[in-house]
């Protein structure tokens, strides 16, 4: 029998969410046993899943149009979807730019920042452009499971995975269920 596909991706967020999921540690290799890891950050396989994945895991929030294109097509293609950690489910921390306008935060990031180095906003067409907010996923997409935390702990998400493979309702609760 065909393994059920799992696919991640991540979008505007930091790394964080990603390493918690590796942090599974040993139980991962036993999880990829039961699954097909279609498409990852982690296997550099930064294009859109194919068709007839079980669970579709999106960490970040949606933060400029290439976020939404990927978000939209992982729910297209993803049976259920998770929103995994803080960002993705409210925002999180890149959500903080909503006090600006867009032009405010992409001048504050490129030309007023301490940080910058030649003082231009980027136009790369390939980045994608600023949405007018940075949202959570479930704002611009059905989300089956949000799993909060910045991160979700490892055993968060393995239980959730779990259930998830195993046809459970996967409703994160007691030590599971944390926002930060
Ligand atoms: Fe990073 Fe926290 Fe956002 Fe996850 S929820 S992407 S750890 S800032």
Redesign the pocket.
């Known amino acids: 029998m065909a393994k059920p596909k799992i696919a991640t991706d991540?979008l505007g967020?930091?790394?964080?969410?990603?390493?918690?999921l590796l942090d599974i540690d040993e139980r991962i290799v036993a999880l990829l046993e039961l699954v097909e890891l279609t498409s990852s950050p982690v296997t550099d396989l930064k294009h859109p899943p194919e068709e007839g994945v079980a669970v579709g895991v999106l960490?970040?929030?949606i933060n400029n149009t290439v976020n939404l294109r990927v978000a939209r097509q992982m729910r297209q293609r993803c049976k259920t979807l998770v929103a995994?950690?803080?960002?993705?489910?409210f925002g999180?921390?890149?959500a903080m730019r909503n006090a600006f306008t867009t032009k405010e935060a992409l001048e504050r990031a490129y030309i007023t920042s301490e940080s910058t180095v030649d003082g231009k906003v980027p136009q790369d067409p390939e980045l994608g452009r600023l949405t007018k907010r940075c949202c959570s996923v479930g704002e611009m997409v059905p989300v089956d499971v949000n799993l909060?935390?910045?991160?979700?702990s490892a055993d968060a998400i393995f239980n959730t995975l779990s259930a998830l493979l195993e046809g459970r309702a996967a409703n994160p609760t007691g030590d599971d269920l944390k926002y930060?």
Do not use: K, R, T, Y
């Open positions: 991540w967020g930091c790394a964080g969410c990603h390493m918690s960490e970040g929030a995994l950690g803080d960002c993705a489910v999180g921390v890149p909060p935390g910045c991160p979700p930060d």
